[in-house]
């Protein structure tokens, strides 16, 4: 499901808004904006803006408090919805990646929001099954985040190995998830339950104008 077929998708943060140009009529998905990556950025919207809307949920806060300083990486980055939300949010020190053939559609919209985000940020071409590409990233980071990257079996094991290394022992990946294949859906959790404790975030805790029945969060650390 693509979220619109509108061209542009705004987003609003604080008091900025992100506009996004989406193409869905090439042949890369990740040339469309997709709702996990809107879902997610706007779950820590809520939970960065009121550290606890919701008394009688957990909060958020300890995952969040040190947004600010952490190092983070985004897989499958698509058009960078999710990276340049979290930027906004304070996640500053932040790269996106993707394949070759999505890098266009990512500059373009990095350039196209640079007056919002008040630089350009930073992009790397990664496969993720280039170990080369992973390692010239410099891992660990504190925060690995995906957002709508499950919906190709085979490409599941480099994906989960990806997080993996590029994860640290106490960092955190922010998945942004709807169920896509139900094969890679399998072979995905099967393979990060073998190396992530893994946290679903309550319908509830999201954004409410930004909660779909069919899409979640997950908050995923190594195991020890
Ligand atoms: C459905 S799109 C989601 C894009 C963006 N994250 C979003 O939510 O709008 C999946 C993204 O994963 C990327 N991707 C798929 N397989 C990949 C691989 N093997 N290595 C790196 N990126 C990959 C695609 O190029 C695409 O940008």
Redesign the pocket.
């Known amino acids: 499901m693509k979220f619109t077929d509108s061209p542009i998708i705004e987003l609003s943060i604080g008091n900025k808004v992100l506009s996004i140009q989406q193409d869905n009529n090439s042949m890369?998905?990740?040339t469309s904006?997709?709702p996990?990556?809107l879902v997610l950025v706007k779950f820590l919207d809520r939970w960065l803006s009121n550290p606890n809307p919701n008394p009688n949920s957990n909060s958020y806060t300890h995952l969040l408090s040190n947004f600010h300083t952490s190092r983070a990486v985004e897989?499958?980055?698509?058009?960078g919805?999710?990276g340049m939300g979290l930027y906004l949010l304070g996640l500053t020190n932040i790269t996106l990646t993707?394949?070759a053939p999505?890098m266009p559609a990512l500059k373009h919209n990095l350039k196209r929001n640079k007056q919002t985000l008040n630089k350009t940020l930073k992009t790397s071409i990664?496969?993720?099954?280039n170990l080369d590409q992973i390692n010239s990233l410099n891992p660990p980071f504190d925060f690995v985040i995906a957002?709508?990257?499950v919906?190709?079996e085979e490409?599941v094991p480099?994906l989960v190995s990806a997080m993996e290394k590029l994860i640290g022992d106490k960092g955190v990946v922010l998945l942004?998830y709807q169920l896509r294949s139900p094969e890679a859906h399998t072979l995905f959790w099967e393979m990060c339950e073998r190396v992530f404790e893994i946290t679903k975030v309550s319908h509830e805790d999201l954004h409410p104008d930004y909660a779909y029945e069919e899409t979640d969060v997950f908050i995923m650390r190594k195991k020890s």
């Open positions: 890369h998905v990740g904006v997709w996990c990556s897989l499958g980055a698509g058009c919805v999710a993707d394949i999505v990664l496969y993720w099954s957002t709508d990257v919906y190709i490409s480099s942004g």
